[in-house]
């Protein structure tokens, strides 16, 4: 690891969030669905900041990945929350 860098408490919490999400087979999921379980799941703000910035909309898995990835390279959070697919 990187100087400055490291893995928080709440590393692959978003990927539980997405994997529970889509755990009952569903093939797309709406903004306001994916907000109320990170809500459910008590993540932390900077988490929630992340969900939160979803463009409203449907998405599928891969769409959904794509979105929180990129808002996770923007804030260069990474590598300390861990990335989703």
Request: glycine share 10%.
């Amino acid at each position: 690891m990187q100087m400055g860098m490291f893995q928080a408490e709440e590393f692959g919490d978003l990927q539980r969030l997405v994997d529970g999400i889509f755990s009952d087979g569903r093939a797309t999921v709406d903004r306001l669905d994916t907000v109320v379980q990170a809500e459910i799941l008590d993540l932390v703000p900077d988490l929630m900041e992340i969900v939160e910035l979803l463009p409203p909309g449907t998405y599928d898995r891969q769409r959904l990945c794509d979105q929180i990835n990129s808002a996770l390279a923007a804030h260069g959070w990474g590598a300390t929350y861990g990335t989703v697919e």
